[in-house]
């Protein structure tokens, strides 16, 4: 069979939820049968996500190769149910550094170099390689940014030269926003679709399929209006509103037959019909039991009243997944670290929620607050997780409280303490020196060893696992038995370099901190056993506030 080309394209304006589409209309062709996956090509300069700010971009997603990426390619792992590569994801820093490398090494023969056709070819070669890979029948490929703009151009380019080619093979998607008007905000608009069909057209693609996406479902009117305005079939105009969940879309495109409208495009005959499970999941999400209430604390959350979601993206879908699978709906409020430090009374609010946890991050800003909460948590049994960075300050509160090393600190903050119980490992200290901080930490999938008769032995059910990393700072083998000797229970190591991976507190419901970051590997059918541990905590603690 052919390879099957699907592209994604979002018109209008940004952020209208392209990735959750791509993830939607992959996970529903999985449904139907077929082997798929699925590719984010990010339009900007840089080589990978890793440098850039999570407040701007989002969170940086990590993969088992080591691959710093965007959020997006979180939701593909997590609808599909799988694991991805590197080849999955581009950006047009990354493409231009091929180009360039096999420009110097003389794969083109000597040949000028131009922009068309390499770059579209580079950018095809990818895509068929990630295919290869991945064994797959279907490839759905989401390109960020608007049509429109000049930063994706190049990669519209290469839609087209598939589309030439193996025109019946390729199908084009484009999710636009619907703005609405009116009183009540009911009557919805077509003019921006229409004007970003038309910017699309004037590369020479015409979409397939429009997904509509807007605060309500799609009229029959409206559809109608797109038909004859846009050049596509009625049918082929999907409606795409807001939802409670992400995890409805796959239900929602399907109740407009988007599955059968690809697969007629394609030349396909579905195999199965299969979202039994996905609907069961939106069915319990609908329909909890009860709610549980979880406070994140961190920083990257915006200013004011404004809440940067985007940067603790998989956090957030790991609490989810685990409430869920437990019928129970979370409820999340964000905690700033910096109010704690300013006014320490302030932590009693700690005590409204049935668990807590510090994510990972980077910098000094609201350090000291987050260690007096966690100080907090772990003194008034509040169900605590770690997490990277959330573990480290965990090990510092225990050995400033409780092993009496009062001045303990990791030396990213104070490089001249006399008790680094977190420090940097030598090899990212050389790539510091050399100002490579792109790729200069521990990344991707490591081994982990569990200890038998800890917490994380009993939630994982097995002795050696493997998690994904992205620090530069570890914890400082020096202190271990001191800590060791005070209480603190080291449950996981990285078998192949000694390095603490997971550390615990025992009389406690849940205290728990991980060098890693779980939050990468849950997925909505099957959460993380940690998360789910901690959950399962957490809603003790709130069964116990309510008696």
């Known amino acids: 069979m052919p390879i099957k080309y699907i592209f994604v394209t979002g018109g209008v304006m940004s952020g209208v939820g392209k990735g959750v589409a791509a993830a939607s209309i992959a996970k529903i062709l999985q449904s139907r049968g077929f082997n798929v996956t699925a590719i984010k090509i990010d339009p900007y300069v840089n080589v990978d ?22 959020q997006d390619m979180g939701n593909y792992e997590r609808f599909l149910d799988t694991s991805l590569s590197s080849a999955n994801y581009m950006t047009t820093g990354s493409v231009y550094l091929s180009v360039i ?109 429009i997904l509509g996406r807007a605060g309500v479902p799609l009229d029959e009117r409206r559809k109608e209006k797109i038909q004859f305005t846009c050049g596509v079939e009625k049918e082929d105009v999907i409606s795409a509103p807001n939802v409670e969940s992400i995890y409805e879309v796959p239900v929602n495109f399907e109740e407009d037959n988007i599955s059968e409208r690809i697969l007629k495009k394609l030349s396909l005959e579905a195999k199965t019909k299969d979202l039994k499970e996905w609907r069961d999941l939106v069915h319990d999400i609908k329909n909890p039991k009860g709610e549980v209430n979880i406070g994140i604390i961190g920083k990257y959350f915006g200013s004011g009243d404004f809440i940067l979601t985007d940067s603790y993206i998989s956090v957030i879908e790991s609490v989810k997944h685990a409430a869920y699978s437990l019928k129970k709906k979370p409820i999340i409020g964000w905690l700033d ?117 800890t917490r994380a032995y009993e939630a994982y059910g097995q002795e050696n696992i493997s998690e994904r990393h992205r620090h530069r700072f570890e914890f400082n083998n020096d202190y271990r038995e001191a800590l060791i000797k005070k209480g603190l229970v080291i449950s996981g190591i990285n078998p192949e370099r000694d390095l603490v991976e997971i550390i615990e507190l025992k009389d406690h419901p849940f205290f728990v901190g991980t060098q890693f970051h779980p939050e990468f590997k849950s997925r909505p059918l099957k959460p993380h056993p940690l998360f789910k541990e901690f959950i399962k905590s957490a809603i003790d603690v709130g069964h116990r506030h309510t008696l």
Do not use: W
């Open 337 to 453: 670290s910096d109010v704690y430090e300013k006014d320490s009374a302030k932590l009693k609010e700690l005590k409204k929620y049935d668990g807590i946890i510090v994510p990972g991050g980077f910098g000094n800003r609201g350090i000291e607050g987050k260690i007096l909460a966690i100080e907090y948590c772990r003194k008034n049994k509040i169900p605590y997780f770690g997490l990277c960075y959330g573990m480290q300050l965990a090990c510092i509160e225990f050995a400033r409280n409780i092993a009496g090393l009062a001045d303990a600190h990791t030396t990213e903050i104070d490089p001249k303490t006399k008790n680094p119980i977190i420090d940097i490992m030598p090899e990212q200290k050389n790539l510091m020196k050399e100002n490579r901080y792109g790729g200069s930490m521990r990344l991707g999938a490591y081994p982990c060893k569990l200890v038998k008769g």
């Open 49 to 70: 996500a890793g440098t850039m700010n999570p407040t701007e971009h989002g969170e940086v997603f990590v993969l088992d190769d080591g691959m710093e990426c965007d």
């Open 101 to 209: 490398n096999k420009e110097r090494s003389m794969e083109y023969g000597g040949k000028c170099v131009e922009v068309v056709p390499r770059i579209p070819m580079e950018v095809i070669d990818r895509i068929n390689n990630a295919v290869k890979k991945e064994n797959a029948e279907i490839v759905v490929i989401e390109i960020g940014g608007t049509v429109g703009e000049y930063e994706n151009l190049l990669f519209l380019e290469a839609i087209k030269i598939l589309k030439l080619k193996y025109s019946k093979d390729v199908v084009t998607i484009l999710v636009s926003y619907i703005p609405t008007l009116g009183a009540g905000g009911t009557e919805l608009k077509t003019k921006p679709t229409q004007h970003a069909v038309r910017n699309l057209n004037s590369v020479g693609i015409q979409p397939d399929i």
